[in-house]
């Protein structure tokens, strides 16, 4: 089969341009782990719907692992319809393993919910209410600052941290 040499070409400058677009998006959209030294714990909401309206928040959670030694979070979450007050209860888990350059770990989730809600309509609590400490240090402790942030919810909020009255990490 015979190509063309200005086909060849320009199907090459198409892909390399294609490829670089590519890069270009996720250069801008920023790779999370980039996104500063968490001074404790970094919890990250951001709304996702589906095509039908529903809510499916992303929790994306940050912490200096090499700094703190943090392993885990553990608590409860509530995520409350804002129009009627009706809510879902789901545990907070946060675990982070291994890290990056930087020493920061970083925990994923996408949460289905129960409901119809939109994220507009959207209460989202937690109730923290222990932390673990790398694996040479398996009992409850308590939990570093957690700072949460994010747009496009009704309320978002750690209500509670329960933790404070466990005993302090060295």
């Not at 992303?58 to 979070?73: D, F, M, P, S």
């Not at 409860?76 to 809510?87: G, P, S």
Request: hydrophobic fraction near 35%.
């Amino acid at each position: 089969m015979h190509v063309s040499r200005p086909l060849l070409a320009s199907s090459i400058v198409g892909a390399l341009a294609i490829a670089a677009a590519v890069a270009a998006l996720a250069l801008q959209q920023g790779d999370s782990t980039s996104a500063g030294t968490p001074e404790g714990v970094q919890l990250v909401l951001l709304p996702h719907e589906t095509e039908a309206g529903v809510c499916r928040p992303e929790r994306i959670a940050r912490v200096n692992k090499q700094e703190t030694g943090l392993h885990a979070v553990y608590g409860e979450t509530r995520l409350v319809d804002a129009r009627d007050e009706t809510a879902t209860e789901l545990p907070l888990q946060l675990v982070f393993s291994g890290w990056n350059s930087e020493g920061i770990a970083e925990d994923r989730v996408t949460t289905g919910i129960n409901t119809e809600t939109r994220c507009a309509d959207l209460k989202i609590l937690y109730t923290v209410k222990e932390c673990l400490y790398d694996e040479t240090r398996p009992e409850p402790m308590a939990c570093p600052e957690i700072e949460i942030t994010g747009e496009g919810f009704s309320l978002l909020r750690v209500g509670e941290d329960r933790s404070q009255g466990l005993p302090q990490p060295d």
